[in-house]
Nanobody, 124 residues
Framework: QVQLVESGGGLVQAGGSLRLSCAASGRTFSRYAMGWVRQAPGKEREFVSAISATGTGTYYDDSVKGRFTISRDNAKNTVYLQMNSLKPEDTAVYYC?????????????????WGQGTQVTVSS
């Protein structure tokens, strides 16, 4: 059974940084694209970033380009989201997701397994 466990969320002041991690188990990590999705209270789910299975391709939503960096360590079965220059509007629950294959996609339906989420709160 595929399991995704996020960590690294917390409370940070605007302008600060956080690094989210997602540890995966249950299938061959290096064969699947991975993504990060966030959902703020009262808002729709927003696809933030994704990375191809090999790590050579990445996707970022316009709202985080230049501030967030996605990466992965296939030897550790872990995907990361480095978040810099955080803004109050980045406040949300961040979910890690595993894709249906190795293709990079910035749309949620491509991802079939999801973690429980980690809260990120950015104070002004």
């Amino acid at each position: 059974q595929v399991q995704l466990v996020e960590s690294g969320g917390g409370l940070v002041q605007a302008g600060g940084s956080l690094r989210l991690s997602c540890a995966a188990s249950g299938r061959t990590f290096s064969r699947y694209a991975m993504g990060w999705v966030r959902q703020a209270p009262g808002k729709e789910r927003e696809f933030v970033s994704a990375i191809s299975a090999t790590g050579t391709g990445t996707y970022y939503d316009d709202s985080v380009k230049g501030r967030f960096t996605i990466s992965r360590d296939n030897a550790k079965n872990t995907v990361y989201l480095q978040m810099n220059s955080l803004k109050p509007e980045d406040t949300a629950v961040y979910y890690c997701a595993s894709g249906r294959g190795d293709i990079l996609s910035g749309t949620a339906p491509w991802y079939d397994y999801w973690g429980q989420g980690t809260q990120v709160t950015v104070s002004s």
